[in-house]
């Protein structure tokens, strides 16, 4: 793998951070807070701790400590569906809304400075690209 690929990698982290940061610290938010939010409006199919753990690969305690903490702050509830003491559905409560539309705005603008300049065209191959990548390393993470 090229030098480039990797200090893209880094980029993206920097630029998505710069891009976020902001947004966590206007709300007095944790980026684990705010990323658990924004997890959870992206992707109403998958509200529970565990999904969120297991898409995104972070660890069971930081998402534990930000649900706790978004509890307490009244912007999450989370509750046990009956006869399952297991899983927990999480769900942004309304107080959540602005913080979560204005992360949202701040994701899509880092999407829009990442792919100005592409075509179409550029488009689909990235996008199909990025797709094998995930999956081989989706694979390589499972043997």
Do not use: C
């Amino acid at each position: 793998m090229t030098d480039e690929f990797w200090d893209s990698v880094l980029l993206f982290k920097g630029l998505y951070d710069q891009t976020l940061d902001p947004v966590a610290q206007q709300w007095g938010l944790t980026r684990m807070e705010l990323d658990l939010l924004l997890f959870l409006h992206n992707n109403p199919a998958h509200d529970t701790a565990a999904e969120a753990v297991r898409l995104r690969q972070w660890t069971k305690s930081h998402v534990s400590s930000a649900v706790h903490s978004l509890r307490a702050k009244g912007l999450l509830s989370a509750s046990h569906p009956p006869g399952n003491r297991k899983t927990l559905r999480l769900s942004p409560l309304p107080a959540a809304q602005s913080a979560i539309r204005q992360g949202v705005d701040a994701q899509q603008s880092f999407y829009h400075a990442m792919i100005q300049g592409f075509t179409s065209q550029e488009l689909l191959v990235l996008e199909t690209i990025s797709e094998k990548i995930a999956r081989n390393v989706r694979d390589a993470m499972e043997k």
